[in-house]
Nanobody, 120 residues
């Protein structure tokens, strides 16, 4: 079994920065895909950023140039650095990892979510 623990959310003023962390533990063979989603009240959950095991990244248009996804393989931890935050970034942020448990078996796991509020 794999557990994900998110941290780093909070209240920040517009223009400020936050760094979210998603630490994975358990029977991890490797992590194939790392993703950050967010969901604002009344909205569908949207994919914000993703990174493959090969290091390729993608961002939704609204966060390009402001958010950066990164990872620490030794710690099985994924980060989302968020700069120049805007009120419209307010949402609950979730990490999702596609974890290879063995050479031939993988599952998707979600973090518990962390609230990010951008407000003056």
């Amino acid at each position: 079994q794999v557990q994900l623990v998110e941290s780093g959310g909070g209240l920040v003023q517009p223009g400020g920065s936050l760094r979210l962390s998603c630490a994975a533990s358990g029977s991890i063979f490797s992590i194939r895909v790392m993703e950050w989603y967010r969901q604002a009240p009344g909205n569908q959950r949207e994919l914000v950023a993703s990174m493959t095991s090969g290091g390729s990244t993608n961002y939704t248009t609204s966060v390009k140039g402001r958010f950066t996804i990164s990872r620490d393989n030794a710690k099985n931890t994924v980060y989302l650095q968020m700069n120049s935050l805007k009120p419209e970034d307010t949402a609950v942020y979730y990490c999702k990892l596609t974890v290879r448990l063995t050479m031939s078996w993988q599952n998707d796991y979600w973090g518990q979510g962390t609230q990010v509020t951008v407000s003056s």
